[in-house]
Every structure is written in structure tokens, then in C-alpha cells.
């Protein structure tokens, strides 16, 4: 296990910016950064123990400035759509940046993913690296001061283990989310049409319009494209006649996720490539995870020369469900005042075994 600190670059403001890799004892290893407390790299062993970076990501920090796709980010302080940017809470309601059509989506512009964040531990023992900032009162509309702290660790069995911590002074929204996207043939792969999923869901959260605000209602997958309750190729029915799946140009949906008791973690979805035969797991204690096909990647020019398009990538945001704040049916995202946000997620790693 080590942990290695390089220069990433500057900031205009002159700060510096890092990048941590978290290797373990195999050799695998993790890239993390403090500008935005991304996710920069997932280097894992595929079936021939060849390392495969299976993230999609930029090898310029300036990229990052940018970075309209979000890869890699820690999306706070609320991931997913708020209906008109309006977030009630105790009676009054928050106006939050309206930055895609009337609504907000992944915070607004001032995203975590923008900002600088400190280092607050790096832990050789744990093999992790604890990135933390102040969140002010009225930061992207919300109130409260929201002091939050994010874990990246990376264990001896592959598992990329992301853990929020975060207090607040006033009742606010807190529903934080990692938003990579994978690739599990390799980042610079192409497509992942032909890549496994599963997902232990058999509810998701239908979207009024293509402005991807839920209708607030449950819906069975059963029966429908949106089963992935036993394994099935992404691009199976990704391109189906129907009409969840035109509005949104592909899966961009919330899925509940099935034994949610806060705090528990449990397995809740499995991907896979054939051809490397790398298998990733997701564990988390959320209720509900955006699982987004990369429909809107137009062109990017990704880490090692590599060029990013349509689904060369799919995230599996863990999270609450998007507008839950404004929907009576969904799970409450307010975090109180003085309470503790704690939430984990783990993305873990392995080769498959017949
Ligand atoms: C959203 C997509 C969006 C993507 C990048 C996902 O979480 O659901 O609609 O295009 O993030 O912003």
C-alpha cells in the first residue's frame, strides 16, 4: 500500500493542485485529485492481470475547469434535477441556480467539482485520502454552513470505497454523488453496449420530458426495457421504442434500490466487460442510483489521447431520488441541523470467475 502526491497544475489564483495515487499491494491503483475531489483514474487487472484504467477522465487539470460531462466528480451539495431550482425547506424555499432549461441540475455552476478542496488526512495505514471543505450558508441557493468531508479509499481487494461525511448549522439538502463513468474494457475502449448490468431494482422514477423531472411516481421495470433485474447487455434495449427511453436519448433514470434501511450497506448492482472480464460490484447505503448510459457525450479528448463519445462510458450514481426534495412520495434528503450525513459507496473489482 503506498501513496504518492504529484503537481497537477494551478489554479488562476495561483493554488496549487494534486494528485494522489492510492496503490495497493497487487499494484492497482486509484488517481484522486483536490480540485473537485475527483476521481481521476481506476487502474484495475483484467483477466490477463494487465492494468486497465476503467474511468473516463482528462490528463490536463484545465480540462477539469471545464468538464461539462462531470467525470469523476463529487457532485454536492445535491446530485441530480431540482424542479425550478426550488428547494423548500421548513417552510421557505431556496432558489438554487436554474442551469439546464428552468431547473438545476448537479448543483449549478458552483459545483464541488469546481472548487479547490484541502487535504485533511492521508492515511498510508488506511490507504486513503480525506478531502474536506466548507460549504457557506447560500452557497448555490442552500442554506446552512455544510462542512463536509469526502474518503477515498482503496483496499487490498480492489475496492474503491467513497465515503461523505458532513455536518450542517441549519437544516439544508444534502444528497451527494460520485458521478464517474465507467468503462470496464478500458477507458479508451469505445462504446459499452456490449458490457453487462445488473441491478437489484424493480422500481424506477419516470420522467415527465426529456428535462428528466420525475413525475413523482414509482414504476414497475418489469416488462419493460428498464429490467435489468438478471444481467443484460446495456445496449440491448438502450435503443427500444419506448418512450422513457426516446425522451432521455438512452437510460438516464432513477432506479430504487431494493432492502434500503439507512445506513446498511448493501450490494446493489454488477457490471461486466466479456472481453476483459472485469467485474464491478456497487455497494452503497443509498436509496437509489441514476444510472446514466452517456447519452449526451458529444466529443471529448479523454486521458492518453483517447477520444470519449456516445456511451463510452455509464455511471451508476448512487443517491437520492432527483427532486425528492419537492416529491412527497421519495425519501427526504434534509439533512437537520447538528445531524450527521454519512453515506458509502464502494465500487469493487474483480475478474470474473466461472
Ligand atoms: C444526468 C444526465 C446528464 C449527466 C451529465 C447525469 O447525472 O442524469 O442527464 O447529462 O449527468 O450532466
Known sequence: ?????????????????????????????????DYGAILRCICVPDKDGNLQDVVLGYDKLEQYFVNGCYFGSTIG???????????????????????????????????????????????????????????PDKEQGLPGNFEVAVTYQFTGDNEVKIHYQGVSDQDTLVNMTNHSYFNLSGHQSGT????????????????????????????KVA??????????????????????????GGYDHNFMLMDYQPGKVRSVAKAYAP?????????TDTPAVQFYSGNFVEREEGKNNAVYTKRSGFCLETQFEPDAVNQKNFHSPILKAGEKYDSTTIYRFSVKKD
Open 77 to 135: 451539495r445535491n446530485g441530480n434535477r431540482i424542479a425550478g431550482g426550488k428547494v423548500p425547506v421548513n417552510g421557505q424555499v431556496y432558489q438554487m441556480p436554474q442551469n439546464e432549461n428552468e431547473n438545476n441540475l448537479h448543483s449549478g455552476p458552483d459545483g464541488y467539482e469546481k472548487q479547490l478542496w484541502k487535504v485533511k488526512e492521508v492515511s498510508e495505514e488506511e490507504n486513503a485520502v480525506t478531502f474536506t471543505r466548507m460549504s
Open 192 to 219: 459499452v453496449a456490449d458490457q453487462y448490468l445488473c441491478m437489484r431494482s424493480e422500481e424506477f422514477t419516470p420522467v415527465i420530458d426529456s428535462k428528466s423531472i420525475p413525475t413523482g411516481e414509482y414504476a
Open 223 to 248: 416488462d419493460t426495457p428498464m429490467d435489468f433485474r438478471t444481467e443484460k447487455k446495456i445496449g440491448q434495449d438502450v435503443d427500444a421504442d419506448y418512450e422513457q427511453l426516446k425522451m432521455t
Open 275 to 283: 472481453d476483459t472480464e472485469i467485474v464491478m460490484e456497487v455497494l
Open 1 to 33: 500500500m503506498s501513496i504518492t502526491k504529484r503537481e497537477f497544475g494551478k489554479l488562476e489564483s495561483g493554488e496549487e493542485v494534486s494528485v494522489y495515487q492510492i496503490k495497493n499491494e497487487s499494484g492497482a491503483y486509484i488517481e484522486v485529485t
